[in-house]
C-alpha cells in the first residue's frame, strides 16, 4: 500500500514543540491546586523535605469541609442503626409482608449508601508538575537515561456512519499532533468494522496532518483537534502562544482552507468508493452476485464487500495491518520554507509525523469478538511486536485530546519515584462536547468524575472508565507491582509457561520483558515475516487456549470490560492515580438522547452485576486488594441491585387508591420523622460534597435524577440480564452507542437535535408505569382529601404521602421532558398537562366514591353528586 508523504526533508533542530510544551496554565494549576480551588491544601509537604523531586503534588480537602463532612456522615450513620433497633422492636403495620420488605429494603438502602459513601471520606487530588518534568527530561540534555518513555496510543472505531468518521478522525488528529516527542509516540488505529472507508479517510488523514502537526507545533495552538481548534470563537481564544506571532493569521488561513479541502474528501469517500467499485466491478459482479469494494489501485478490499461475499463481509474477513505512517527515526527533520504551493514557512519546524497503524482484525462467524476489549488486544499485541512502548493509552474512537500536554501529566505520575513504579495506570476525566447546558440527561456525571474518582484517588486508586487512560504495559500483562513482587526481583507470574498465557507467537512473547524497560527499543522494520506474524496475532484463533482475556489484556465475556479490567489491575496490588487538568486533558462526545443514554447505563449496570457474579468478585479478590477499594468494587458492581427495591417503593403509592386507612410501620409519625431526618442528612452531607468538589447544585440534582431514572427502568432490567445469565442464557444484548450527526460534515443540524428525538424501546416502560402510578396517588390523594371525613392525622399522613411521590416525580422530570420530544422545548406544556390531569383523577376519583363507597364522601360532596348523576344517568334521559 502507498504510504503517504510524511512531509519534506531537511536536518538537525531541536524540537520546538518541547521548548516550553506546558503551557502556563498547568503551572498555575499546580501552585494553587488549580482554578477556583481554594477548598484545597496541600499535603505532601514533608516529602519535600526530603529532597525528592515531586513530579506531582498531593492535595486534601480543608479541614473547614472534610470535618463537617465527616462529622454529618457519622451522625447518619448512628440515626441509621437508631431506626433499624426501632423499626426491629416495632413490629407493627398493617401488613406484616410489607413490613418484612421495607425492613429489607431500608436495610439494603442503608449498606448501600454506607458503601457508596465511604469511598468519598478521604478525597484526594494530585496535580502534575510539568515543568519539572520538562527539566528533569530535557531532550537538549538528554543522553539515553533520561529521556521521555515510548508511548502506544490506541484508538478504536466500529462504523464509519454511527461514530461519523470526521470525528474520529480528528481524534487522530489531535493525537498525531500532540505535544510529546514525535519519535515515542505511535498510533495504532482500530477499525472493527474492516471498513474501507476508515482506510482511506485514515490515508488522507495521514496527508493533511503533514500540514497540520507542524502547523500546531509552529504555533503552539490548542486543542488539536482541527474542528474544535476552528470553532473556538477569536474572543474566546487563548493568548498566541508560539514564536511566529506575525506569520499566525495568514498560516491559520491557508490551514483552514486545507482543512476545509480534507472535510469535503472525507465526506466524498461515501460516494467516491461505491462509485469506483461499481466502475471496477462491472464484469464481476454478473459472475460472482455481489459487488467487490475496490481500493483507489485497483485491488480488492478485503475488509468488506459492497455486497457482502465469504470472506469479504462485516463480520468474516482477514485481518488487515498497515503501517500508514513509518516510525519517524530520531532526528528532527526541518520543513521547507514558504513557497508558492505552500505560504506556510516550515523552515524552523520539526515536520515528522509520529508512527500510524491500521489495524482491522480478522473476523470470522461464529467467533465471539469480544468487543471492544478484543480489538484492543489485538492493538496490544501488534504494538508489542512493532513499537513495544512501556505505556499505552487508549482512547474511545469519539475522543480527542483537547490538552495537548495530557500525556506528559500522565507521565509526571509514572515516572515519580514515590509511587511511580507500583502506579498500574492513570485515569483522566470523561469530559464531553456536545451535552446541552443542563445537561439533563446527566451525560456530565460530574458527581463522579469530581467527586468519587477523588474520593478513590485517596484509597488505591480510581477504575477504568474506559477511554483516556494512560497503561503501564506490564500491569496489562498480568504482572505484579513492584511492591508485591517476590524479593529476587523477577515476576514469576509473567514468566511461567509463557505459551499458555500470552499464545504461540514467539516474537510476541520475546518482547514481553522488554515491555517493562523503560526505554523504547526502536521500532522495528516491516518485512514480510514481521507482516506475517502481525496477521498472525491478529486472527480470531490466536487466543484459543490463552490467557488473553482472563490474566491478560482487557478483560472478557463482560457486558463492560473497563471497571473489571481495571479492577483485575488493583487486585494484584497495583494502584492507579486521577489526573483532571485544565483545560480538560480529553474531549469526547455524549449521547444526548434519552433513548441511547438508557441503554448506555443498561450495559454499564449489567456489566457491573456481570462483574460481581464473576470470576473478578470484589469479595473474591485477596489481600492486595486494599479494603476500602474493596467496599468501593462492590458498591460499584453490586448497586443496581437496589433498583429492585426502589421499584416496589415507587409503586406503594397505589395504596391511595385502596382509600382505607393503611400503615407500613406504626407508630408513623415517628417512622416519618426518621425517614425525613434520614434524609435530610443526607441532602446535608450532599451539599457539602458539592462545596469541597466545587460540583453546583445543578450537577448533584442531575446525578439524583438520573439514579433515580436508571432505577425504575433500567437497572431493574440489569438485574434481569444477570439472572439470565447465571441461569447460562446469554443476557440482554447491548448495542454501540451512537454518537450525534452534527459533526458528519452534512448540512448543519439544529444543535441538539438528536436530544429531542424519541425512539421508543421496552426500557422506557417501567419508569412511565412509575409515573403513572406516582401521578394517579396523587391526583387520588386530592380526590380523596376533598371528598372530607378525614382526620388532622390522616391529612397529615396524606401529606408526607403526597411529598414522596412529588419528589418522585421530580426526580423523574428530565424523563418525562425526554419523552416528551420536541414539546420539552416549552416545558410548561408538562405542567398544565399534570394539572389537568390531576384535575381529571382527582373527579374521577370522587365519582368513584361517590357511587361505590358513599358514605365515605362527604355530604357537601352528595348533594352536588345527585344533581350530577340527575342529569347523567339514563333514566332521565327523554328523547
Ligand atoms: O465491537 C466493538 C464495539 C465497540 N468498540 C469501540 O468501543 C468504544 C466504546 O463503545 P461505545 O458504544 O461508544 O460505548 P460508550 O457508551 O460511548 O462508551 C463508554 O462505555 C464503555 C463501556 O461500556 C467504555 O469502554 C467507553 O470507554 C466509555 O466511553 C468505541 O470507540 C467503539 O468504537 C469497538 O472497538 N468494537
Ligand atoms: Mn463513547
Known sequence: MPSPATGGDGAGLAEPLLANGDGGAAGQAFCSGGKD?????????????QGRPLLYRTFKVRGIFIHP?????LARLILVIQFFIWRIRHKDSDNMTLWWITVVGDFWFAVSWLLNQASKLNPIRRVPNLELL????????????????????????VDPVDEPVLCTMNSVLSILATDYPVDKHATYFSDDGGSLVHYEALQETAKFAAVWAPFCRKHRVEPRAPESYFEVKPEEEAPYAGDAAAEFVGDRRHVRREYEEFKEQLAALFTIIPQRSETYGRDVVAAKGATPTYMADGTHWPGTWLEPAENHKKGQHAAIVQVMLNHPGDEPQLGAPASSESPLDLSAVDVRLPMLVYIAREKKPGYDHQKKAGAMNVQLRVSALLSNAPF???????????????????????????HGEDTAFVQFPQRFDDVDPTDRYCNHNRVFFDATALGLNGIQGPSYVGTGCMFRRAALYGADPPCWQPPDGRSKAVMDSPWKQFGNSMPFINSVPLATQPVTPPASTLDERLAAELADVSTCAYEDGTEWGYGVGWVYNIATEDVVTGFRIHRKGWRSMYCAMEPDAFRGTAPINLTERLHQILRWSGGSLDMFFSRNCPLLAGRRLHPMQRVVYTNMTMYPVSAAFIFVYDLLPLMWLSGAEFYIQKPYTTYVAYLFAGIAMMEVSGMVEIKWAGLTLLDWCRNEQFYMIGATGVYPAAVLHSLLRLVGLKGLPFKLTSKPQSVSGGAPRERFAEMYEVKWSPLLVPTVVVMIVNVAAVGAAIGRAAAGGWSFVQLVGAAGGLLFNAWVLLLLYPFALGIMGRWSKRPYVLFVVLVVVLAAIASAYLVLLAVFAPRSVSPVWMERWSVVRAIVSPANWRI
Open 69 to 73: 463532612y465527616r462529622l454529618i456522615n
Open 134 to 157: 520538562n527539566q528533569r527530561f530535557d531532550p537538549q540534555a538528554a543522553d539515553d537515561g533520561d529521556q521521555l518513555p515510548g508511548v502506544d496510543v490506541f484508538i478504536n472505531t
Open 392 to 418: 499505552i493509552i487508549n482512547f474511545d474512537g469519539d475522543h480527542y485530546i483537547n490538552n495537548s500536554s495530557a500525556f506528559r501529566a500522565a507521565m509526571c505520575f509514572m515516572l515519580d519515584d514515590r
Open 37 to 49: 480551588k481554594w477548598q484545597w491544601v496541600p499535603a505532601d509537604e514533608g516529602e519535600e523535605e
